[in-house]
């Protein structure tokens, strides 16, 4: 887990909440509630998937060696609509 930190501790040494950050997810708290989280950039992307992209484009096999051919069914061929009596 992270530090906690109270919000006028964060607002007294935002030095020491950044040198934190290094090891962990900072929480910041407003009057005992955790309010905030600081964290380094890097893992925000990590966490939030701007990194990677999408998963449409994590599983795209553009180039010429991919692994295997996938060729999903059409909606049309696997539903059916419910038959009421």
Do not use: C, H
């Not at 109270?6 to 950050?21: D, G, I, L, M, V």
Request: charged fraction near 30%.
């Amino acid at each position: 887990m992270g530090r906690i930190m109270s919000s006028r501790e964060f607002n007294q040494n935002p030095s020491e909440a950044k040198r934190a950050a290094e090891d962990g997810p900072v929480i910041v708290t407003d009057r005992g509630e955790p309010a905030f989280v600081l964290l380094r950039y890097d893992t925000y992307q990590r966490l939030s998937g701007e990194q990677g992209g999408s998963i449409v484009e994590l599983l795209r096999q553009g180039d010429a060696g991919a692994d295997f051919d996938f060729e999903p069914p059409r909606i049309g061929d696997i539903a059916r609509p419910a038959v009421l009596d």
